[in-house]
């Protein structure tokens, strides 16, 4: 049986006029019993079926269509363009044309449920950029009010206050910079100056830098065994330790006293290295590992607030990472630990 659902126009036309024509010729032939005038009626009301019905489907049907092609586009159509709609949209059948507009529908959703998720997003971000400023401020402005109504004459008082005003104007100042090296690494205005380096030299480098903090809760910091093997990476050396400085600090904030910071290196393979770096600490619940790289995005915001830092850490981390062209994740375990991991190219000069 003909399947009359992807006809064109044309096809649906003619499909139609043959519909009128022929019962007409052969109700003439029965009546006049001549088929020269059958075969004329037939030929006749055939192309007169076929031009009508075409001139209403083009002019009533197919230039609504048109219309709403436009609509879907919602541009000022290009040459281009213009002749899809002239050659090739009047070719196309009725089920073509509704498969072109539900995916464009479907499209359009996938759209607005991003806009949506990035509305939602954009005012958590604000909540929680407000807070982050409002605490130190408040903080500020009580030492100050105190120290005006009598409090500078206390000279300990006095000193004591001005020191935790230092304190809080620091904690804004690194909130400032920290946001301001997020918005250029997306906006790519902080250019990448790749260099050789062997990754475990700058692992040892920065241990030692945190080492007071590492001493301070009795923490063992160290390479695994069977990665200490030089492996050189090339990549920018000085944003590559800012990542893993923050990831050190954070195992160190978070690590249970007397723990372990472990540091993996892998060649996975001949272009490709992955660093993690791995504790023993209080861990993080499945549900926020997606959502850990997000500004400002805290697990526990209490715990996290009492252990300091701006909550831009792994944010920047994953932007200066994703910078490279690389990529970085993590897996953690409540009471088990967290270990963060991310790729970099290997040195094209190094030599296994």
Same mark, same amino acid.
């Given at each position: 049986?003909?399947?009359?659902?992807?006809?064109?126009?044309?096809?649906?036309?003619?499909?139609?006029?043959?519909?009128? !024509?022929?019962?007409?010729?052969?109700?003439?032939?029965?009546?006049?019993?001549?088929?020269?005038?059958?075969?004329?009626?037939?030929?006749?009301?055939?192309?007169?079926?076929?031009?009508?019905?075409?001139?209403?489907?083009?002019?009533?049907?197919?230039?609504?269509?048109?219309?709403?092609?436009?609509?879907?586009?919602?541009?000022? %159509?290009?040459? #281009?363009?213009?002749?899809?709609?002239?050659?090739?949209?009047?070719?196309?059948?009725?089920?073509?044309?509704?498969?072109?507009?539900?995916?464009?529908?479907?499209?359009?959703?996938?759209?607005?449920?991003?806009?949506?998720?990035?509305?939602?997003?954009?005012?958590?971000?604000?909540?929680?950029?407000?807070?982050?400023?409002?605490?130190?401020?408040?903080?500020?402005?009580?030492?100050?009010?105190?120290?005006?109504?009598?409090?500078?004459?206390? #000279?300990?008082?006095?000193?004591?206050?001005?020191?935790?005003?230092?304190?809080?104007?620091?904690?804004?100042?690194?909130?400032?910079?920290?946001?301001? !090296?997020?918005?250029?690494?997306?906006?790519?205005?902080?250019?990448?100056?790749?260099?050789?380096?062997?990754?475990?030299?700058?692992?040892?480098?920065?241990?030692?830098?945190?080492?007071?903090?590492?001493?301070?809760?009795?923490?063992?910091?160290?390479?695994?065994?069977?990665?200490? *093997?030089?492996?050189?990476? *090339?990549?920018?050396?000085?944003?590559?330790?800012?990542?893993?400085?923050?990831?050190?600090?954070?195992?160190?904030?978070?690590?249970?006293?007397?723990?372990?910071?472990? %540091?993996?290196?892998?060649?996975?393979?001949?272009?490709?290295?992955?660093?993690?770096?791995?504790?023993?600490?209080?861990?993080? !619940?499945?549900?926020?590992?997606?959502?850990?790289?997000?500004? *400002?995005? #805290?697990?526990?915001?209490?715990?996290?607030?009492?252990?300091?830092?701006?909550?831009?850490?792994?944010?920047?981390?994953?932007?200066?990472?994703?910078?490279?062209?690389?990529?970085?994740?993590?897996?953690?375990?409540?009471?088990?630990?967290?270990?963060?991991?991310?790729?970099?190219?290997?040195?094209?000069?190094?030599?296994?």
């Amino acid at each position: 049986m003909l399947n009359t659902k992807n006809l064109s126009p044309k096809q649906l036309s003619a499909f139609t006029a043959a519909i009128l !024509a022929i019962p007409i010729s052969i109700g003439i032939w029965f009546i006049k019993s001549d088929w020269l005038i059958a075969s004329i009626s037939l030929i006749v009301t055939f192309i007169g079926s076929y031009l009508l019905i075409g001139f209403v489907l083009e002019s009533f049907i197919y230039r609504k269509i048109k219309l709403i092609y436009k609509f879907i586009y919602q541009t000022k %159509a290009s040459k #281009r363009e213009e002749t899809y709609y002239k050659y090739i949209l009047p070719q196309k059948g009725i089920d073509e044309v509704r498969e072109d507009v539900e995916k464009w529908a479907e499209q359009r959703s996938a759209e607005i449920e991003i806009l949506k998720q990035n509305e939602v997003f954009r005012k958590e971000f604000l909540q929680n950029l407000a807070h982050e400023f409002k605490t130190p401020i408040f903080a500020i402005q009580g030492y100050i009010d105190t120290l005006r109504d009598g409090a500078i004459d206390n #000279r300990e008082i006095s000193i004591r206050f001005l020191e935790n005003t230092a304190k809080n104007v620091d904690r804004m100042v690194n909130l400032v910079k920290d946001l301001d !090296a997020i918005s250029r690494l997306e906006s790519g205005e902080q250019p990448l100056h790749k260099e050789s380096f062997i990754i475990q030299e700058l692992i040892k480098e920065i241990y030692e830098t945190l080492s007071i903090k590492i001493d301070a809760k009795k923490i063992n910091a160290s390479i695994k065994k069977g990665c200490e *093997f030089p492996v050189a990476v *090339f990549a920018d050396k000085e944003k590559i330790r800012q990542v893993i400085n923050n990831l050190v600090i954070n195992a160190i904030k978070y690590g249970k006293e007397g723990g372990n910071i472990i %540091a993996s290196i892998y060649k996975t393979d001949e272009e490709h290295v992955l660093v993690e770096l791995s504790d023993d600490g209080i861990g993080i !619940a499945e549900e926020h590992l997606p959502r850990v790289f997000e500004r *400002f995005y #805290r697990t526990d915001r209490g715990r996290s607030r009492d252990v300091g830092g701006t909550g831009l850490g792994l944010a920047i981390c994953k932007h200066i990472i994703e910078a490279h062209g690389q990529t970085i994740h993590i897996r953690s375990k409540i009471d088990v630990g967290t270990s963060v991991g991310f790729t970099l190219s290997t040195n094209k000069l190094n030599i296994n």
